[in-house]
């Protein structure tokens, strides 16, 4: 079989055996000097689809690839790992400082540089420009490759004014191939790319947005930070992973609390100095088994592969949110989590937000729809991967036979599902009652108290036993009851009022509940039998080594001992110099020659020669 020029780069630079998904197509059609607009999941492999090309394109003597990036230390590691596979790169960004730029700038002019990172605002700029106009000149603007091309849209969430400005690439260089890669899959934000960055002529490949190494859970939450805690010494122990909260009070006090049960756990919030922040940062990109607690201030440009669960201490805004966070789990396409527990309170809390925030009455209309989106996800019953991809507008196609994905956790432990519209009706007219017997309004604990029939001090206090509601639950379970309630404010048939006291009150959507329009339906608490089922892999050190056997594990400790060493040495992230995958295919093959090294994914020519003769020294003892 032959090998194309561009398999024969991935192999021999990168050590790859094989392209991933569409990865092959895209780099084929850049070569040839095609346009392309490349969307793909976080993790999907999109850098290879610029970087590729840009060797290939090197190697015919067209010159020097441009990549824009918004990322200082995204183009510190990319330069620092493409160096590591042999590739001349360089970056120019604010962190250089004159000298420096100035030899970056020489060394492109001369040629040597197959990669050029640089940060938008700098790329035009009339020095840079001036740059471009030499090599393009000389025939040695190979192709422009603009990551994080949703930046250009104010749509997205991460609008780059400089961003506008890329358009200048195409009008004075209409000839050199452009791409454009992002992540972000919502059809506005690509429409907006394309028009903006003039990529109407473009090709567009265009990947599934499924992760099918990560595996969702949604627990209701009961003592969150308890779950927490078990759930990471249960599935996790010593992993990388990311714990999002609401709040900065809160983030500190999970940080503080994981540490106290012994786990390495920092905080990353906006409150933070921003030294303190960089610091934890790094730390989080370079240790092994850090656990980061943070806000969603944290988390932009973190790509470091191995990140094993993202868990959700608190529920986000929305799905739009809750997809991006837990997209930073697994990008090596090893097993990881995606976790949330979420309760009533989230609920309230969210409500809260939008009804007190001084947007317009549609946009709240708009972020409330929102939030019921995300609730009906938290509460589904059916298979999580189908409903999130739909809220995206795509039809998730099961590997196998059936409709589901197998690998969330309704698909491996379906809940019942329970008509609870009877009780949805007594709740409601509790609060009724209530509200017509004392003239007042009422938190959710003192209505579920009375539907409970518990005299408690302030249902004494204010006479309400006496009520027709008191005790006509009583046989069911407060979390029940919270259930219901969530059920009822996503519905938009109760409300919660945040400026007093959160108190409950009836909503014009009530009487669709009490007069029959509307089903309430409830999933059978899953998490009370949880507690005891059967996991699909016992705790390891990593996942990557989860089926090495003794003697192997030992030569896979070893090797990460010697990897940290070299990393530090390097000021790279350890993921950069091998990855955790590639360390266990070592481990486990324990390989005594170079020709045996070099037949393992990861493993291009550049690190062999680098590394290899190290690598059989530390397996072999
Ligand atoms: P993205 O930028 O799309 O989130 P990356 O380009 O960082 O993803 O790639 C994710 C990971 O997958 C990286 O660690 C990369 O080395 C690895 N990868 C990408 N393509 C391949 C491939 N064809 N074979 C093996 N590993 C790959
Ligand atoms: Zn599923």
Redesign the pocket.
């Known amino acids: 079989m032959s090998t194309s020029p561009t398999q024969e780069i991935?192999r021999q630079v990168?050590g790859?055996?094989?392209?991933?998904g569409p990865?092959q197509a895209i780099v084929e059609h850049v070569l040839a000097g095609g346009d392309a607009l490349v969307l793909?999941?976080?993790?999907?492999?999109?850098?290879?689809?610029y970087q590729v090309p840009a060797i290939a394109r090197q190697r015919l003597g067209l010159g020097t690839s441009i990549v824009v990036s918004p990322l200082i230390s995204l183009m510190h590691d990319q330069v620092g790992?493409l160096h590591e596979a042999g590739v001349e790169a360089a970056y120019l960004n604010s962190s250089l400082d004159a000298d420096e730029a100035m030899q970056v700038e020489r060394r492109l002019l001369r040629g040597e540089l197959t990669l050029l990172y640089a940060a938008p605002e700098r790329l035009t700029t009339p020095r840079f420009l001036a740059l471009l106009d030499t090599l393009d000149q000389r025939g040695q603007l190979a192709l422009f490759a603009i990551?994080e091309a949703h930046c250009v849209s104010q749509w997205g969430h991460d609008f780059r004014p400089e961003y506008r400005l890329l358009t200048v690439l195409h009008e004075r260089y209409a000839h050199v191939p452009r791409m454009a890669?992002t992540?972000t899959a919502d059809a506005l934000t690509r429409a907006d790319i394309v028009e903006r960055l003039q990529l109407e002529g473009a090709q567009h490949f265009i990947s599934s947005f499924d992760r099918p190494n990560i595996r969702y859970t949604i627990v209701e939450k009961k003592d969150g930070l308890v779950q927490l805690l078990r759930f990471i010494e249960r599935e996790h122990p010593q992993e990388a992973g990311i714990v999002y909260c609401q709040s900065r009070r809160r983030v500190e006090e999970v940080a503080q609390a994981l540490c106290k049960a012994g786990l390495t756990a920092l905080p990353y919030h906006a409150g933070l100095d921003s030294a303190i922040r960089q610091t934890h940062q790094n730390r989080f990109l370079r240790e092994e088994g850090l656990v980061m607690v943070a806000t969603i201030a944290f988390g932009m440009g973190i790509?470091r592969?191995d990140v094993r669960f993202v868990a959700h201490l608190d529920m986000p805004k929305n799905i739009e949110g809750y997809y991006q966070e837990t997209g930073r789990a697994g990008?090596?396409?090893a097993p990881a989590d995606a976790w949330m527990v979420y309760g009533l309170q989230d609920v309230i809390n969210q409500r809260r937000m939008i009804d007190e925030s001084p947007a317009d009455e549609s946009f709240k209309q708009a972020m409330r729809g929102k939030l019921e989106a995300l609730l009906a996800l938290a509460e589904a019953t059916d298979c999580r991967r189908v409903r999130l991809l739909g809220y995206f507008g795509e039809q998730y196609q099961a590997p196998g036979a059936g409709e589901a994905c197998g690998n969330c956790d309704n698909c491996l432990q379906p809940p019942g599902v329970r008509d609870a519209t009877e009780l949805a009706r007594k709740l409601l007219s509790c609060i009724y009652r209530v509200q017509q017997a004392s003239g007042l309004s009422f938190g959710a604990g003192h209505i579920l108290d009375i539907l409970r029939g518990k005299a408690s001090d302030k249902v004494m206090q204010h006479g309400h036993m006496g009520l027709s509601t008191f005790g006509i639950a009583a046989s069911h379970s407060e979390s029940e009851l919270r259930a219901v309630l969530r059920q009822l404010i996503a519905l938009g048939a109760v409300a919660v009022d945040g400026q007093a006291f959160n108190t409950l009150h009836l909503t014009a959507g009530s009487r669709d509940v009490l007069k029959g329009g509307v089903q309430v339906n409830l999933r059978e608490s899953v998490a009370a039998a949880g507690s005891g089922r059967a996991r699909r892999r016992a705790p390891t050190a990593s996942a990557a080594a989860a089926q090495l056997d003794a003697q192997a594990q030992i030569r896979f400790i070893n090797l990460k001992a010697w990897r940290a060493e070299v990393a530090s040495q390097h000021n790279l992230p350890a993921?950069l110099i091998f990855?955790d995958a590639t360390l266990a295919a070592i481990a486990q093959s324990a390989p005594q020659s170079l020709d045996a090294l070099s037949g393992i994914?990861?493993l291009g020519a550049k690190k062999l020669q680098a590394y290899g003769a190290e690598v059989l020294r530390v397996v072999a003892c």
């Open positions: 991935l990168f790859y055996e094989s392209f991933r990865q793909m999941p976080t993790g999907g492999g999109k850098s290879l689809c790992a990551d890669l992540a790509d592969p990008r090596d396409g993921y990855h994914s990861g």
